[in-house]
């Protein structure tokens, strides 16, 4: 589904990303750690196509399309969603509007018909219920107002609704405690493990690894991937530190 190859990418020419190669299968959930400064947010915002990060050397690929050469927008409709580690709060416009405006453009992206409001109420409704969150949070605008928790669930919210075939999620855990943990985990699990789906998880600790057993770990150290190995690597992670594993 999703094929790096040597891939480079600098911030304000400041080289970040050097030699990365990593592969994803339908139906995997990989999970990248690494210390700060490591590139792992880097990686996800290149993939995503955010500007300022300019890609040098390397190619990727998204079932079969040259994704360095989409637009933003053009990489949501072919089915990447990214998950931030810190949800923006757009004040003004409302959870409903944003996220009705959203998947219809993508839908409009790939020749689809665009779904009525009846329509996408019923989706968005399924979707909020299915993580515990109130309509009426719907109707409030992005996040404004929302704990950490609150925006960590809003944005599982977000993805069901979207429904992308390819989720790079950044540091979701962060800000999340035991319970809103589990739930965000709940979420991940129920949309994403799919046969026909695949996941980047973006993450420094281990905690969210026991709700989301990972199929893959890779320790991204200085710009690429230094070693990889299944689940019991985030565990050995854990238990020494990134100084000795990351070498």
């Not at 360095?68 to 990489?75: A, C, Q």
């Not at 779904?115 to 219920?129: M, P, W």
């Amino acid at each position: 589904m999703l094929k790096i190859e040597n891939l480079h990418a600098t911030v304000g020419d400041k080289p970040i990303l050097k030699g990365l190669t990593l592969a994803l299968n339908a139906g995997e959930i990989h999970a990248i750690m690494g210390p700060n400064g490591a590139g792992k947010s880097t990686l996800g915002y290149v993939l995503s196509g955010r500007p300022g990060y300019e890609v040098t050397d390397g190619s990727v690929t998204f079932n079969g399309q040259d994704l360095l050469s989409l637009e933003p927008h053009e990489r949501a409709a072919a089915g990447l969603f990214l998950g931030f580690q810190y949800p923006v709060e757009i004040p003004g416009v409302s959870n409903v509007q944003f996220l009705r405006e959203a998947l219809n453009a993508q839908r409009k992206g790939r020749g689809e018909k665009p779904l009525s409001g009846a329509e996408f109420l019923k989706t968005a409704r399924a979707q909020a219920d299915a993580m515990g969150m109130d309509m009426d949070m719907l109707k409030r605008p992005v996040n404004v107002g929302f704990s950490g928790g609150e925006k960590k669930r809003n944005e599982m919210v977000q993805m069901g609704i979207i429904d992308p075939a390819l989720a790079i999620l950044d540091e979701t855990d962060s800000g999340l405690d035991i319970d809103a943990l589990r739930v965000v985990g709940d979420g991940i699990n129920r949309i994403m493990r799919k046969p026909n789906k695949a996941v980047l998880l973006i993450t420094h600790y281990q905690r969210l690894l026991d709700y989301v057993r990972p199929d893959f770990v890779h320790v991204l150290a200085d710009g690429r991937i230094t070693r990889s190995g299944g689940p019991e690597l985030a565990l050995e992670l854990e238990r020494e530190g990134y100084r000795e594993l990351a070498a």
